[in-house]
């Protein structure tokens, strides 16, 4: 069976910093997009980054430039979002999600959020 679990989410003040986590069970992270995600209540859901396991090209969302860093452990199966400086406008349920695809389809993938496998979601919430 297909999996991905979410892990790492909490309540922190602004300027604090977590980690999530993306574990993936029932296949490995060959040739695959990592995706995060996010939806806070009442927003629609928004990319927030996404990284190819292949060669590690990356893309960000504007809001989350220079603050998020995503990565990829192959060996571990695992995917992180590296989250500093969190501001009360990142909480939201942070979701993962994975396919297969080719490294070129990173930017296209994040934009049009097209996986086939998600996680069920870990909430971040960022206290003012």
């Known amino acids: 069976e297909v999996q991905l679990v979410e892990s790492g989410g909490g309540l922190v003040q602004a300027g604090g910093s977590l980690r999530l986590s993306c574990a993936a069970s029932?296949?490995?992270?060959?040739?695959?997009?990592i995706g995060w995600y996010r939806q806070a209540p009442g927003k629609e859901r928004e990319g927030v980054s996404c990284i190819s396991s292949t060669d590690g090209s990356t893309i960000y969302a504007d809001s989350v430039k220079d603050r998020f860093t995503i990565s990829i452990d192959n060996a571990k199966n695992t995917a992180y979002l590296q989250m500093n400086s969190l501001k009360p406008e990142d909480t939201a349920v942070y979701y993962c999600?994975?396919?297969?695809?080719?490294?070129?389809?990173?930017?296209?993938?994040?934009?049009?959020?097209?996986?086939?496998?998600w996680g069920q979601g870990t909430q971040v919430t960022v206290s003012a």
């Open positions: 999600a994975a396919d297969r695809s080719d490294s070129s389809m990173v930017a296209v993938m994040f934009l049009r959020a097209d996986f086939g496998s």
């Open positions: 029932g296949f490995t992270f060959d040739d695959y997009v």
